[in-house]
């Protein structure tokens, strides 16, 4: 099956900084999709994004399908951002990466 | 429609009963999945159907596991002879074509 790697494991933000996460792939995919999990367990969909960039407020995604990487970004990051981020490509099925791990201090 | 529901949130029971979990996808959605995710992992791909057509298994789904999804409506997931190792979140999802929508998730414990 695809691989998928996500970096870096873990993160430690101050509220207010930027940061980039990474997410590579082993082969050629339909879709992408970037989920943040909160403490409940429930992941929430924060891209669709199978090429190309997209942004939704502070977030913003960029996927470069032909070189099989996605990041995310996060700007002016807030506590609320904290919380497990989670790559996943999709062959007709989602296959997930092992996640970042952000947390926000105040 | 208030997107895919989960039943029970959580589960207790002990190590040989069996345990039945149901999912509610989103109605128009003809693809559902049904993931096992431990702690500090990602999920892990258990089953697939479209509409109500089983259509791939992965080989963590032990002979113990079975799902099915009558009519191409909702699904369950039955667990038989739990064990200890089975404790985990359960999450089902669904999709259409352009990607997918979770569930909360049912949180198993095997005691």
């Known amino acids: 099956g695809i691989q998928v790697e996500q970096s870096p494991p873990d993160l430690i933000l101050q509220e207010g900084a930027n940061s980039t996460l990474r997410c590579n792939f082993s082969d050629s995919v339909n879709n992408l999709q970037w989920f943040h999990q909160n403490p409940w367990g429930q992941l929430i969909n924060l891209f669709y994004i199978p090429s190309g960039t997209k942004q939704n407020g502070r977030l913003s995604a960029t996927t470069v399908a032909t070189e099989r990487y996605s990041l995310l970004y996060i700007s002016s990051s807030q506590t609320t951002d904290s919380g497990v981020y989670f790559c996943a490509v999709d062959d007709y099925k989602l296959s997930f990466g092992a996640g970042t791990t952000v947390t926000v201090r105040a | 429609d208030t997107g895919v529901s989960q039943d029970p949130r959580h589960k207790i029971t002990k190590r040989g009963q069996n345990v039945t979990f149901r999912c509610d996808p989103i109605s128009e959605h003809n693809r559902l999945y049904w993931y096992r995710q431990t702690l500090g992992q990602g999920p892990e791909f258990l089953t697939y159907f479209q509409n ?28 038989q002879r739990t064990e200890q190792g089975d404790s985990a979140m359960y999450l089902c999802a669904s999709s259409l074509v352009d990607g997918y929508t979770f569930g909360s998730g049912t949180r198993l414990t095997v005691v």
């Open chain 2, 52 to 79: 109500e057509a089983q259509l791939e298994k992965s080989r963590l789904l032990s002979d113990r596991f079975s799902a099915e999804r009558p009519k191409g409506s909702f699904s369950t997931l039955e667990i």
